[in-house]
């Protein structure tokens, strides 16, 4: 079946540094990948989204581009912020499906 | 309005209550979803709703009992819980349609303690 595989973490990281959440599927076909990021308390957003290979989603500094050659969607920002700490989800969809597959989420911390 | 709203935020209740969780979206959106979501856990699917009809029920026991009364609502009714069903219950709304593959909309969720 569909599964996705991300770093667990927690990450730590100071406030500007570069941010990587790695991200991996296994799917036949070609799914939608997705970021959703979960704020202590919180419902998820949707952070970025790719519907094909090749595609790069991006919003608020966040980047990731759907690789099919290595099955992944890693999650990048050039310089985090303390607001940005919060569990991220990466995850997949297939085409017509009505599931959603979920990976494990990356707890991120990011220090002043 | 990009909004899926949830009543109560928390909830409290014993193990011999009833009581229903309600979730609500003015999107147009045909599908719907209850997610149940433990401590640092991804969410867990419990039922997913097409055009008003139950389409995907993941196996969950008979203690909760999920309701379409229209396309903008969704109830989980609640009955006879156990303490592991303390968790935070998340709904989602997408749109259907062809096969363009959509987000899922998350409300901010419901946190449930059983006591």
């Known amino acids: 079946g569909d599964s996705v595989t991300q770093m667990e973490g927690p990450v730590t990281l100071s406030e500007e540094a570069f941010l990587t959440i790695n991200c991996t599927y296994t799917?036949?076909?070609?799914?939608?990948l997705f970021w959703y990021v979960q704020y202590p308390g919180e419902g998820l957003q949707l952070l970025l989204k790719?519907?094909?290979?090749?595609d790069k989603g991006s919003n608020k500094g966040f980047e990731a581009t759907y690789r099919k050659e290595t099955t992944s969607f890693h999650l990048e920002k050039g310089s985090v912020q303390v607001s940005d700490s919060a569990v991220y989800f990466c995850a997949l969809s297939r085409p017509g499906g009505q599931n959603f597959v979920f990976g494990p989420g990356t707890r991120l911390s990011v220090l002043p | 309005d990009t909004e899926v709203t949830q009543t109560p935020k928390h909830l409290v209740m014993g193990m011999t209550n009833k009581k229903s969780l309600k979730c609500e979206q003015h999107m147009g959106h045909r599908a719907m979803y209850w997610y149940k979501q433990k401590a640092k856990k991804p969410p867990e699917l419990m039922f997913v709703?097409?055009?008003?009809?139950?389409?995907i029920n993941e196996s969950v026991p008979s203690r909760f009992s999920p309701e379409c009364p229209n396309s903008s609502l969704l109830n989980l009714h609640l009955h006879a819980l156990q303490p592991e069903d303390s968790a935070l219950y998340l709904c989602?709304?997408?749109?259907?349609?062809?096969?363009?593959?959509?987000?899922?909309?998350f409300g901010p969720g419901t946190r449930l303690t059983v006591t």
């Open positions: 799917a036949t076909g070609y799914p939608s």
């Open positions: 709703y097409s055009y008003e009809k139950l389409s």
């Open positions: 790719a519907t094909k290979a090749d």
């Open positions: 989602a709304s997408r749109p259907v349609g062809g096969l363009s593959n959509y987000e899922q909309y």
